[in-house]
């Protein structure tokens, strides 16, 4: 619950920072027209009412590149995850605009977990990359908005390799202490992920947003010891989680658009 305030609270902020566009034009929209007629004298001399008219406006509609542009951003939430936490990953994504309301999106980072149980001192290492491929598409689309409301989906995938380590085992009969150490197991996931978040502008080719996602996973392959305890990208391994971001995002092309000028 703390989390989900959190996210709520950036929600209402970065909604506040959202602006109007000073270079983009107002959407064209349909319009009905309503126009009077005089009614000549001449034509009906009983008459001097005005006549309505009913005129239909042609929806002009612009049409939007294919290509608009890319923009690459990091998570600070993970980070900060990874720094202070049992588990989470230094993230990089990399979006291009195709049209007016699609988002093409890949997403890639290092999943990272050293972990420790209370209970049992079983130790539980890993550091591996992770993948994501997905699109997002813009609930908004509106001018006078600079940022976007999207809906997105992914799918993702990790193959890594983990170590676990657990407390020495006594051999009462060899009067002996055996280590339990094992390195190189090898693990491979497969998950989907809905998400949906927010995105505003703060200065120059700087945006900032958050999203929350819903992760279920599709595949889990495991190693002798069973399901590994951390899915790099995924986080703590089940059948499904809930996980979020919070991401910097620098428009590539407003940046070099800029350096140009």
């Known amino acids: 619950m703390k989390l989900l305030r959190i996210y709520a609270y950036i929600f209402v902020v970065l909604l506040s920072s959202s602006r109007p566009l000073s270079s983009r034009a107002a959407a064209p929209t349909a319009a009905l027209l309503w126009q009077t007629e005089a009614v000549g004298d001449s034509l009906h001399a009983d ?17 939007a590149p294919l290509l608009r542009g890319f923009s690459a951003g990091f998570d600070l939430c993970g980070a900060a995850m990874a720094l202070i936490g049992k588990w989470g990953q230094y993230e990089g994504t990399l979006r291009a605009a195709v049209g007016r309301r699609f988002y093409p999106v890949i997403e890639g980072g290092l999943g990272v977990s050293d972990h420790t149980g209370e209970s ?5 290492k890993v550091s591996a990359p992770y993948f994501r491929l997905g699109l997002d598409y813009d609930m908004c689309n509106t001018p006078s908005i600079d940022g976007r409301i999207f809906l ?26 055996l280590p339990v150490s094992y390195d190189g197991l090898k693990g491979f996931d497969q998950w989907i992920e ?42 703590r391994n089940d059948g499904h989680a809930l996980g979020g971001s919070f991401t910097i995002v620098i428009d590539i092309s407003h940046a070099l658009h800029t350096e140009k000028k």
């Open 47 to 63: 008459s001097a009412a005005t006549k309505p008219r009913l005129l239909f406006a042609k929806k002009q509609t612009e049409k």
């Open 120 to 124: 049992t001192g079983i130790r539980f």
């Open 152 to 177: 997105g989906a992914r799918y993702a995938f990790s193959a890594f390799k983990y170590s676990v380590q657990a407390p020495a085992i006594d051999d009462p009969y060899y009067e002996t202490r």
């Open 194 to 235: 809905l998400c949906g978040g927010l995105e505003a502008h703060l200065w120059g080719p700087v945006y900032a947003g958050w999203s929350l996602r819903y992760k279920l996973r599709i595949s889990d392959k495991k190693s002798a010891l069973g399901s590994p305890w951390y899915v790099p990208g995924y986080g």
